[in-house]
């Protein structure tokens, strides 16, 4: 994992995993002062979090037979929610996730949200921490966004099957929530909606079958969003990101010369 200026300027290596591993998925604490990820760097796939310098890296999940991923900590700094999943043994691949909540130091892990079978992926907290946010393929579709409330209580899917939605954030000011559709396919756009499922409103214009815009994330002041645009990547192995307007618009792309730039996440106090 890497830092960058949304300029493009001062690049930075956090970690150092070995071959065949990896450290991915970032998310910044509300304070600027920790990055929680997940990696496999000691065996199966876990939740760690470190210094935003990359000092002090510290395992606080993972288990032989279970992959740990998406984790991303509560507006108040405390807590931290993630996906815990279940591999298929012998396959390398995870069937289904709960979805699970800790301290930030790693203690009292509990399961909010039982997996039902289902892969319940990407969770996050509303900025008020009364809501979660996260994408699933429940009852069978390929993909969508629900919310519940921070309890894992009161579950309701926001987006409509045909969208096959993924990837969900929250706005600064919890006014919209920022999504990528055609999940699992190609060609996705990027959308936002309200926190009860109306407004939709499509903010890229992706035509092309062989790209993608997606994995999105807003800036601190909610104007602007970094996302994954592949638009001439050579087999799909990304050198860059892009930022633009969270309202839609030109995309400007933020060159990294890091193969599969992927995931990035916006953090608190970074210029526009």
């Known amino acids: 994992m890497f830092t960058i200026e949304p300029s493009g300027a001062g690049l930075r290596q956090l970690t150092h995993v ?3 591993r990896s450290a991915a998925v970032p998310d910044w604490s509300p304070d600027g002062a920790k990055i929680v990820y ?4 000691s065996g199966p796939f876990g939740i760690w979090v470190m210094n ?3 000092s002090g890296q510290t395992q606080l999940s993972g288990q032989g037979g279970f992959g740990d991923f998406y984790p991303s900590f509560s507006p108040d700094g405390a807590k931290i929610v993630y996906s815990h999943c279940t591999e298929v043994a012998g ?3 995870f069937s289904e996730c709960d979805i699970d909540l800790m301290n930030a130091d790693g203690s009292d892990k509990k399961t909010l949200l039982s997996n039902g ?5 990407r969770p996050e907290f509303s900025p008020d921490g009364e809501q979660i946010a996260f994408g699933s393929d429940r009852g069978g579709l390929q993909g969508a966004i629900w919310v519940m409330n921070a309890d894992g209580s009161s579950l309701r899917r926001l987006t409509k099957p045909s969208l096959r939605a993924f990837w969900p954030d929250w706005s600064p000011s919890g006014e919209r929530i920022l999504f990528s559709d055609h999940c699992c396919v190609q060609r996705s756009n990027l959308y936002t909606m309200r926190p009860d499922g109306s407004g939709v409103t499509k903010i890229t214009a992706v035509r092309s079958l062989s790209q993608n815009a997606a994995f999105g994330s807003y800036s601190p002041d909610g104007a602007k969003i970094s996302l994954l645009y592949d638009k001439g990547c050579p087999e799909g192995n990304c050198k860059s990101f892009y930022t633009g307007s969270s309202s839609g618009g030109k995309l400007t792309r933020v060159l990294t010369e890091k193969a599969n730039t992927l995931i990035t996440d916006w953090g608190p106090g970074a210029p526009p």
Do not use: M, P, V
């Open 18 to 20: 070995g071959d065949k």
């Open 38 to 41: 997940e990696s496999n760097q």
């Open 52 to 54: 935003a310098d990359g």
């Open 91 to 93: 396959l390398g691949f």
């Open 117 to 121: 079978r289902w892969l319940n992926t």
